[in-house]
Nanobody, 120 residues
Framework: VRIVESGGGWVQPGGSLRLSCAASGLTLRRYPVSWFRQAPGKERDLVASVTTQSFSTNYADSVKGRFTISRDDAKNTVYLQMNSLKPEDTAVYYC??????????????WGPGTQVTVSS
């Protein structure tokens, strides 16, 4: 299984970024998918999650109204649209899914992360 995040980078406060989470060896549409983030010296925290078929979404209070999680099951990809970014959003962002790989192995699958830096 390989999960890869992309779309991170540097942006000024108030700007936007869209992160993507693509998977191979794992059919994302079968499982809830979450975005986490970890700032230097801090724990990894849940940012947003989406259920299968996008029945529902969940957000950390700190990002509600600014971030939107979505999924494109045809592309086996999950997105995190981040608007009105603040310096405190600076972190490495990770995609996570727990489920059975296409080979039948149950696991917690993480990508290597993508850095998001918000500063002027």
């Amino acid at each position: 299984v390989r999960i890869v995040e992309s779309g991170g980078g540097w942006v000024q406060p108030g700007g936007s970024l869209r992160l993507s989470c693509a998977a191979s060896g794992l059919t994302l549409r079968r499982y809830p998918v979450s975005w986490f983030r970890q700032a230097p010296g801090k724990e990894r925290d849940l940012v947003a999650s989406v259920t299968t078929q996008s029945f529902s979404t969940n957000y950390a209070d700190s990002v509600k109204g600014r971030f939107t999680i979505s999924r494109d099951d045809a592309k086996n990809t999950v997105y995190l649209q981040m608007n009105s970014l603040k310096p405190e959003d600076t972190a490495v962002y990770y995609c996570h899914a727990r489920g059975y790989s296409d080979e039948g192995r149950l696991g917690d699958y993480w990508g290597p992360g993508t850095q998001v830096t918000v500063s002027s």
